[in-house]
């Protein structure tokens, strides 16, 4: 058949090609499969089982073929393009005519399973994150959300990937506008592969945002069921374990999930820290840098000479000492995520040693120093968003330098500078500093302090026409 | 991204060009005393200096001893001490001797606020030598460990801001005065108030009634003579309120009395005396600075708020009659009958 030869063409180079050619009650049929993509045991206890019991002619083979095999999904393809795309997404070919095949769904299980985020931990909540299998990733929002209005709409992204990637919202909360508007970005998406959800991230963002993330990557399915319920939309890409959401704003970054699992006294006061850990991260070392270098006179005076006693011997600028702590606390941080298990724990002591007492013993840096930027690092690694974590490193950095050439005038333009990029910034034309600006009253409820769960009960405005919640559109 | 990394070069280039100093090229200086002798103005000035030990962070004094022809010269001289750019902002104390005092108070006091941009360190003024208290004490804290002490017993000083002062020397109907102290037999004492509008030095008891009226002192101790035997008793938690209607003053003095030589039946003789004693001397203080037209306290003040104008006031001031009074309760134990 010359659909053969041509599958032949392109596919026999490859050493997973499977190619098995049948003859049952004189019916030549033929079988396609990939060994790697394929369930090699489920398509020889079910599918070959069964085609060699079936009674074929040329006449009763096609309709045979297609309603006696068992499995659920059983697609009729013509086209040699189509037979190709379902061989790479581990469906079996049986080929039973001149251009006409039967695509069998047969995956093989290449996923590790559903196991506990490594990024987002959570004190109380469901433990359950997201894995490479699109299936499986849709399913734990599906678990969550069993509604007729949870939507996903499905696209292949990629050229040669061909990445499955599904738009998933609440028909009756998001604006049709946001999803169309995310469609229109997707289907623009014009690259050789989409090998994990950060690739589409770039083309939902706008190029204006510099530093504040506007998309958020996260491994809970739970977070994800929860921005849904919002108005908001989520993209799950295939071989990904990071779903994207998307409007989002500054605040979400300063929430988790956990926040809708206890009481809102607690949860306020949590928020607030996280907001004062976001304050220390970016501006305690330029602080410490204008205080020491421009506005001793901020100072009380016995912690002025607590620090003059602790630079006595340090040679450095506070600045380069700064940023001395800082890339060295950085490059720790990146090797401990990247060193080998079997390395164990040698680089972290090593590097502790090295930043800590070494460091100061040999005069290279104030003790208070590694205080300041201890406290700083620790204080941005509060945000489980990487992004988040990146965007406070690079403001950290240029607050120390505002702060070294101006002082504490610096630290006021630069927080100046921050407020502006945050009411200026948009999430998917959204503002990213709502509820605060523009103001929305009801937002506040939920914004930094959590009012008690019975009071929220209005959704975001930016988000959704069907403010009430627990009411039907 | 190449603008970015442009800036980022230029920015990395610039951190040359800032001008600053930094906290270990800071001579940071705690207290000044001002001096002139002959035709040389000298300027002790001590500085703190934080000092690593082994387990604890200790502070370390140095006083610098500096003479000009003029106040500007010396400043000038002490711009750096030990190749360390003096700095003013944590200034706790500045002692000024009668010398200067005598010579242009005002004068002085608006060079020092030029001088220093803040003005909520404390100023007293000396009768004894400068250097010799710059020597003794070493930094503000010892001397107002003193001044605290003498406060509390005896209420012959109050320690003001420069603040405080100066603002009264705008003020024309408060005369401004600035607290003595004098140091004698390694220690140092209250040696009165100066009033810098006609250069008069009003002695202790004169400045703790000064310090009453003004509500600097919380108690005053006073000793009371009947029977030839001396009585010890602490007038304390005071509040004093002044009022002026119908050309007089009205003084009211409210508080505690406390004494361990006072019997429960001695209380109220005791009491009688001590109100007629105080009287006496609020009445002698106040008739000496109406006939000099000084009002070191609020007295002056509340005529001017009420007649609103100028014109009269230095007459209507002088006339005014006084009616004090005092009004106190006995607290604390007192010895058996």
Known sequence: MEIIEKLKEKLQMNGDFIFRDLTINGIKIYLIQNEVLCSSTYINHYILKAITTLPLTNENKEALLYDLLPDNSVIKTEKLEEMLDYYYKGFALIVYDENKALAIEAKASLDRGISNSSSESTVRGSKDSFNENFNTNVGLIRRRLRSENCIMESLFIGKESRTKVGIMYMDTIAYPSNVDKVKEKMQKVDIDGVLDSGFLKMYLEKKSNLFFPTVMATERPDRVSQALLEGKIAIVVDNSPYVLITPTFFIDYLHTPDDYYQRALNISFIRIIRFLAFLVAIFTPALYIATTTHNQGALPLDLLLNFASQRESVPFSPLVEALFMSIAFEILRESDIRKPAAMGSAVSILGGLILGEAAVSAGIISPIMIIVIAISAISGLAFSSMEMIAALRFLRFIMMFLAMFFGLFGIYCGGIFILAMLTTTSTLNLPYFAPFTPFIKSELEDALVKFKNKKIKKRNPLLTKNIVRGREK | ?337
């Open chain 2, 1 to 337: 991204m190449k603008k970015i990394i442009a800036l980022i070069v230029i920015i990395l280039l610039f951190t040359g060009c800032t001008k600053y100093t930094e906290i270990n090229n800071l001579a940071i200086v705690d207290m000044i005393l001002l001096e002139k002798q002959e035709d040389q103005y000298i300027l002790n000035i001590t500085t703190v200096k934080g000092q690593k030990e082994e387990n604890d962070t200790g502070i370390k004094h140095q006083t610098y001893h500096i003479e000009g022809k003029s106040l500007g010269e010396a400043f000038n001289k002490a711009e750096q001490l030990d190749n360390k750019k003096t700095y003013y902002e944590h200034l706790a104390l500045i002692i000024i001797h009668d010398s200067l005092l005598q010579e242009d108070a005002i004068n002085i006091l608006d060079f020092i606020k030029n001088q220093f941009p803040k003005t909520n360190y404390l100023v007293l003024g000396t009768t004894s030598s400068t250097t010799l208290i710059s020597n003794q004490f070493k930094g503000h804290q010892d001397i107002e460990k003193f001044i605290k002490k003498e406060q509390l017993e005896n209420a012959t000083i109050a320690p003001l801001t420069f603040d405080q002062i100066y603002k009264a020397t705008l003020d024309k109907e408060h005369d401004s005065f600035i607290p003595m102290i004098r140091y004698q037999e390694e220690t140092l004492s209250g040696a009165g108030i100066k009033v810098l509008k006609n250069n008069t030095l009003y002695d202790q008891n004169m400045s703790k009634i000064n310090y009453l009226l003004n509500n600097n002192v919380n108690q005053i101790p006073m000793t009371l003579e009947k029977d030839n035997k001396s009585y010890f008793i602490n007038f304390d938690h005071l509040n004093v309120t002044t009022s002026f209607r119908k050309d007089t003053f009205t003084i009211t003095i409210t508080g505690d009395l406390q004494s361990s030589d006072v019997t429960k039946k001695e209380q109220e003789e005791m009491e009688a005396l001590l109100k007629e004693q105080l009287k006496k001397e609020i009445t002698t203080f106040i008739e000496m600075e109406q006939k000099e037209s000084i009002s070191t306290t609020n007295l002056k003040n509340l005529v001017y708020l009420k007649m609103g104008n100028k014109e009269k006031l230095d007459t209507t001031y002088q006339k005014s009659k006084l009616n004090i009074k005092i009004n106190t309760t006995w607290k604390g134990e007192t010895i058996d009958d």
